[in-house]
């Protein structure tokens, strides 16, 4: 690995243990860098005063003071230099709270060196990131999350701050309001970029799987287990994971995700030992941490652990002034420039109260889509003078009418008798092997009536579009 800048960067070391301050020394000038140190605050002052510095590494106890006081004068005076804070083991308190004080990142003693070259190049990258001028924020943050509202616009100056920190971020709002496009654009702004951005929807996965899916397993760890085989965390090892709908992870989860933050090392079921990853974690969900901590739902020490930095996402209905520019570049997204959106449209649009935030935006523009004569769409054609579609959460399955035969159907079928539907076996059977074999076949039934559109065929089914994706990955349906 080469260190990406014009010049050849120093880097301030401040700690009060002379051997601590010569081994980092020692691997930094291997690295290729400049190194100054300090043992104490009244010497690294004095050195960030007469230089300038591509990263400053602190100890968070120094004899005159703490690194805490150093991060701070670091943020107001230097903004430009990312600084990070060695702590004791085990104080996994005092590095979330440096985190949330402006710390960059951080590493525990004994330190382990190839988690500080990680760092190191981490920070390195962030400086060589060219900075944007304030009317050329939109270059440099990929524009997913559309809207000039007033809302959009302190969201997106919060991404470009999240950006320049390997702090934890909790992204909180309605389901359908765009979580994982502003996680993405957090990833994209980083210097994290061009390595993977993994995405993970917890309440998706079986529970009896989720050590297996996140941390991965061995081969013969368990039935099954034919080979070795790399979780989540191994999968985004170097970029970014991004938990969605984190509160829907069971509590035995929690206890395991906890650890493998703390310690930055995870262990593969089957595995004796552990392995480094170096992953940023971004976390969403629509529900209330706080409240589900409080209910014991959710774990104290992990909610503290993720909601380092908050970034909440307004709903759709509270920035009705960007419906205009949404529908643009979702038609121009569906459609390219051959649809068009009527100026009586857009008033119904902007009159609707949206409870499934922009996922419905985008629905209803995708059904009006088929509906829309000569290029334009109508009033009409958007339907909306129906019960709006009730906003529910991403993993989960809404209440359907259930038939005679005990299985939950659309509401577009229930009149039929569906005790004829439906073949029942000879007992004994397979109840799960039976079940899919009815979820597969009402997945078939409409994927084929909306003629494999995914979208639509959520919609027939009440299920969001992600969870039937999944689904269809699952069951291995194919188009």
Do not use: W
Request: proline residues 5%; aromatic residues 6%; charged residues 25%.
């Amino acid at each position: 690995m080469t260190i990406n800048v014009a010049t050849c960067p120093r880097i301030l070391v401040v700690d009060d243990e002379a051997h601590l301050r010569e081994l980092l020394e020692i691997t930094l000038i291997k690295m290729g860098l400049d190194v100054d140190s300090a043992e104490n605050l009244a010497e690294a002052r004095q050195l960030l005063q007469n230089k300038s510095y591509a990263l400053v590494l602190t100890d968070m106890r120094l004899p005159d003071g703490s690194g805490m006081e150093l991060v701070a004068e670091i943020n107001a005076g230097y903004k430009n230099t990312p600084v990070a804070v060695i702590t004791a083991f085990g104080s996994a308190d005092n590095a979330v709270n440096a985190l949330k004080a402006g710390a960059f990142d951080y590493v525990s003693k004994p330190v382990a060196l190839d988690h500080l070259r990680k760092l190191v190049y981490s920070a390195l990258n962030i400086n060589a990131v060219p900075q944007a001028k304030p009317e050329d924020t939109q270059s440099v943050v990929a524009p997913l999350l559309i809207g000039q509202s007033g809302g959009m616009q302190q969201v997106r100056a919060q991404i470009k701050r999240l950006a320049r920190s390997m702090a934890p971020v909790i992204i909180t709002g309605e389901s359908g309001s765009g979580k994982e496009l502003a996680a993405r654009e957090i990833h994209m702004s980083s210097s994290r970029m061009s390595k993977p951005f993994i995405a993970v929807n917890c309440g998706a996965i079986p529970e009896n799987l989720m050590e297996a899916e996140f941390f991965g397993y061995r081969k013969g760890a368990f039935t099954g287990a034919m080979d070795d085989r790399e979780g989540f965390f191994q999968a985004a090892n170097g970029g970014t994971l991004m938990l969605d709908e984190v509160a829907d992870l069971p509590l035995a989860m929690q206890v395991k995700l906890l650890r493998a933050i703390q310690e930055r090392r995870i262990r593969k079921v089957g595995a004796t030992t552990e392995e480094s990853v170096d992953v940023r974690i971004i976390s969403a969900t629509h529900q209330n941490l706080a409240q589900c901590v409080s209910e014991g739902r959710f774990r104290q020490d992990l909610y503290y652990r993720l909601n380092v930095i908050e970034l909440h996402l307004p709903p759709l209905r509270e920035r009705l002034e960007d419906i205009e520019l949404l529908s643009a570049g979702i038609l121009g997204r569906l459609a390219g420039s051959s649809v068009t959106l009527s100026a009586a449209s857009l008033e119904a649009l902007r009159a609707y109260r949206f409870p499934g935030n922009v996922r419905e935006l985008e629905n209803i523009l995708e059904r009006a889509l088929a509906f829309a004569n000569e290029g334009c769409i109508q009033p009409d054609d958007l339907a909306l003078s129906g019960k709006p579609v009730t906003a529910m959460p991403e993993s989960g399955l809404p209440a359907l009418p259930v038939s005679s035969a005990g299985i939950a159907a659309p509401e577009q079928e229930k009149a039929e008798p569906h005790a004829e539907n439906f073949e029942f076996p000879e007992l004994p059977c397979s109840l799960p092997d039976y079940l899919e074999s009815i979820e597969r076949e009402m997945i078939r039934r409409a994927l084929e009536k909306t003629r494999h559109n995914r979208t639509q065929a959520a919609d027939l089914l009440g299920v969001s579009f992600r969870q039937l994706r999944y689904q269809i990955q699952k069951l291995k349906i194919q188009d």
